[in-house]
């Protein structure tokens, strides 16, 4: 028999030691502890206790694997329920830290799985799930105990062909109304976590002090174990448990980053696998979302509001995107229309961009026909709101502020109008008037077309001369015509790249320059088939830019931007005033302006060969370019 003199030796035998003599001094005690009488196996531990005080992380990780083999072969309990006790007082140890927490828990779930017989298992995990309830219910350990909760429970689908897991997180639900205790702990840790001295000049990633988890982890885990249990039990979040976590977690918050938190967590409750009913999430959308300033949302948050916004307008069967009907009353009838708004103009800056993507998102959900109804209700709201939001404007004596407001809903406007060109049903559909930015011509450019013909082989390089603003289905369509040698046959279908990125036909609409081709830019030039296939690039360069009905209309709006143009500059608000030229370019040139200019300059001409007897051929050549100049200003006048 070992005496803990013994015992003592054998431990000291290890200190400072090389690693391969502490593995045999471990080996050798873990062989030991089956004929050891109960005072030397109580001497081991104390050794443990002592040496787990100065070790190093390296050292306790060596301590901890001793633990478990200790544990390994007892099928009777009598070291293991010791084992056990131990590791339990490491892991709810205040300066134990997180990876050692981790690690103990982990040999702790290693014994709890393979030791002892089959009933006296379930009873001893059930002594130790009720042991991290009790934990939970008295706010001592909760991270840990919640871990370790849930790994046990696991346990259970692997000794019960996996239908012990979920009965038992149903009958701990129910016994003990786990959602419930985790809601109120929660409400505890951040009422006790604000009245910590200094807690507003630390970070949410820092460990307190007498913590062994930082803030962020402390949330995290508290609310993964609430939904780990929501689809497990198979069940949905209450109203009741949905409002409670909430108001905690919005109205209590410790730092501002648990806003982020917050709308993840909330945001990953909807969706196909919901875990939420969508009357629960219809009223934390309607009473708790869209009461919230727009500011609060951050970038977690929009995509949270997102996924409510969509999922409860399609519970209601008012999406645009799945209903067969669609009115012009629509977009306002879903529910947070308004509120996508407020996003767009009171929202973060950096924000911006996504509101916006979701404010055209609603406008352009409707069906082909209903399309030219939507697009008038937008920009009919967008002035409407950028009207109002000038007013206050001029009537606050002209804030920064409001300024940036107005800004952002006279680019909503131009980004949509811009967008939705020439779609079918968009909004300028039917006129052969290009819009003011494109109304005269941009810089010269010449192209280089190589033409490709069988077998790969290089069969032309024809060079042509155009400009910066023309389209590129002009650019086809000139093409088609020069390699279109026979009346007989149908015109051939042309493929166009530019540097091997081919340029298809739904980019016939926009210009060169919106593509930047340069000057002296090779476009290869490949003949699919000889069957003409109708495509935007039969249009004329002119472009199918606005309609008589279009909802943009100069003598509607021109007087009034014009006068906020104005405005804006008298008071060096440069950037309102670039804005709304941006709407202006966007306009087509006046038609009953160009005609005025091209008779003007015709009389002119007529007056000069009257009066000398022949034509001008500088003056002449010159007509254009004055045309170009003065279309181009002509839309300010």
């Known amino acids: 028999k070992l005496s803990t003199r013994d015992i003592d030796l054998i431990w000291d035998a290890q200190i400072d030691k090389h690693e391969a003599i502490v593995k045999n001094i471990h080996d050798l005690l873990a062989?030991?502890?089956?004929?050891?009488?109960?005072?030397?196996?109580?001497?081991?531990?104390?050794?443990?206790?002592?040496?787990?005080?100065?070790?190093?992380?390296?050292?306790?990780?060596?301590?901890?694997?001793?633990?478990?083999?200790?544990?390994?072969?007892d099928k009777e309990g009598v070291i293991s329920d010791k084992v056990l006790q131990v590791l339990w007082l490491l892991i709810t140890a205040r300066d134990t830290s997180t990876d050692i927490i981790d690690l103990a828990l982990s040999t702790h779930i290693k014994i709890l799985n393979y030791v002892y017989s089959h009933a006296d298992k379930d009873k001893l995990r059930l002594y130790w799930i009720e042991k991290c309830i009790q934990n939970i219910r008295h706010h001592h350990c909760v991270v840990a105990s919640l871990k370790h909760l849930r790994e046990m429970c696991k346990l259970y689908s692997e000794s019960h062909h996996g239908f012990g897991y979920v009965h038992k997180m149903k009958q701990l639900e129910r016994d003990n109304t786990l959602i419930q205790l985790v809601i109120n702990d929660i409400e505890f840790y951040l009422d006790q976590t604000r009245k910590l001295p200094g807690i507003q000049e630390t970070s949410p990633t820092d460990i307190l002090p007498s913590r062994s988890y930082s803030h962020i982890n402390e949330l995290n885990e508290r609310l993964e174990f609430i939904r780990f249990t929501l689809k497990l039990a198979n069940c949905y979040l209450s109203l009741t448990h949905a409002v409670q976590l909430w108001k905690h977690l919005t109205q209590q918050k410790i730092y501002d980053s648990d806003m982020d938190t917050v709308f993840t967590w909330f945001g990953e409750l909807v969706g196909e696998d919901s875990d939420i009913e969508s009357s629960v999430s219809k009223h934390l959308f309607v009473d708790k979302m869209l009461a919230l300033e727009p500011t609060t949302y951050t970038a977690p948050g929009l995509r949270c509001f997102e996924k409510y916004f969509k999922e409860v307008n399609e519970s209601e069967k008012?999406?645009?995107?799945?209903?067969?009907?669609?009115?012009?009353?629509?977009?306002?009838?879903?529910?947070?229309?308004?509120?996508?708004?407020?996003?767009?103009?009171?929202?973060?800056?950096?924000?911006?961009k996504h509101s916006i993507a979701l404010l055209k998102d609603v406008y352009s959900s409707a069906t082909v026909s209903h399309q030219f109804i939507r697009?008038?209700?937008?920009?009919?709201?967008?002035?409407?709101?950028?009207?109002?939001?000038?007013?206050?404007?001029?009537?606050?004596?002209?804030?920064?502020?409001?300024a940036k407001q107005a800004i952002r809903i006279l680019h909503v406007l131009r980004e949509y109008v811009v967008e939705n060109t020439n779609k079918e049903g968009g909004c300028y559909e039917g006129t052969n008037t290009p819009s003011h930015e494109r109304s005269w011509q941009g810089i010269p450019l010449l192209l280089i077309a190589q033409v490709i013909?069988?077998?790969?082989?290089?069969?032309?390089n024809a060079e042509f001369l155009t400009h910066t603003n023309e389209l590129l289905g002009t650019i086809r369509r000139n093409l088609t015509v020069h390699i279109h040698k026979s009346a007989d046959s149908n015109p051939p279908q042309l493929q166009l790249k530019v540097n091997n990125e081919e340029l298809p036909p739904s980019l016939d609409r926009k210009a060169l320059v919106q593509l930047d081709i340069k000057d002296r830019?090779?476009?290869?030039?490949?003949?699919?088939?000889?069957?003409f296939l109708a495509s935007p690039s039969s249009a004329d360069s002119g472009d199918l830019f606005n309609s008589p009905s279009s909802p943009i209309k100069q003598t509607k709006y021109l007087p009034w931007l014009l006068h906020v143009s104005s405005v804006a500059l008298n008071h060096s608000h440069v950037d309102l005033c670039d804005a709304v030229t941006a709407i202006l370019?966007?306009?087509?040139?006046?038609?009953?302006?160009?005609?005025?200019?091209?008779?003007?300059?015709?009389?002119?001409?007529?007056?000069?060969?009257q009066i000398y007897g022949h034509s001008n051929e500088r003056l002449e050549a010159d007509y254009p370019a004055a045309i170009d100049t003065i279309l181009s200003t002509a839309v300010f006048l």
Request: with cysteine; proline share 3%.
């Open 585 to 609: 370019n966007i306009f087509p040139t006046d038609v009953e302006i160009e005609q005025d200019i091209i008779e003007m300059t015709s009389r002119q001409a007529q007056e000069y060969a």
């Open 375 to 402: 697009h008038n209700e937008f920009v009919k709201t967008c002035f409407s709101k950028a009207r109002q939001c000038f007013y206050q404007y001029e009537l606050q004596q002209y804030p920064d502020e409001l």
């Open 318 to 352: 008012r999406e645009a995107k799945v209903s067969e009907k669609f009115s012009e009353d629509d977009s306002q009838a879903l529910i947070g229309t308004d509120y996508i708004w407020r996003l767009v103009i009171e929202g973060r800056e950096e924000l911006t």
């Open 521 to 531: 830019q090779v476009i290869t030039v490949r003949v699919l088939n000889n069957q």
């Open 453 to 460: 013909g069988p077998h790969d082989k290089v069969v032309e």
């Open 31 to 73: 062989k030991l502890a089956w004929v050891l009488n109960p005072d030397s196996l109580d001497a081991i531990f104390v050794r443990f206790q002592r040496s787990w005080e100065t070790a190093s992380h390296k050292d306790k990780e060596k301590l901890l694997e001793l633990m478990g083999r200790l544990a390994e072969d």
